[in-house]
């Protein structure tokens, strides 16, 4: 059986909404094992975001970046840069 095309777009964002909703509401209203739900319920949202959020780069650019020549202002300029420029 096929997902419906509305779980598949909004499962993830609905388990995170009832996550941090669950997270702030036990943490106004509970003690004990409610201030460990509230930190799982509003940490894991976080978590993931953060994890969503890094910067990944592939092996191949990382490769690519070692072999690369550091850059200078002459590669911009051109070889004429120095005879166009300006003593200051």
């Known amino acids: 059986m096929k997902a419906s095309p509305f779980w598949s777009l909004w499962g993830w964002p609905f388990v995170m909404g009832v996550l941090t909703t669950t997270g702030l509401i ?6 004990t094992w409610g201030d460990w739900w509230s930190w799982v ?4 949202p976080v978590a993931v975001m953060g994890w969503t959020c890094w910067p990944r780069t592939t ?3 990382t490769a690519q970046r070692a072999h690369d ?3 200078t202002d002459a590669d911009e300029a051109g070889t004429n840069a120095s005879a166009s420029a300006t003593p200051l």
């Open 41 to 44: 319920g509003l940490g894991i």
């Open 69 to 71: 020549k550091p850059h």
């Open 26 to 31: 036990t943490a106004l209203v509970s003690d």
């Open 59 to 61: 092996p191949k650019a």
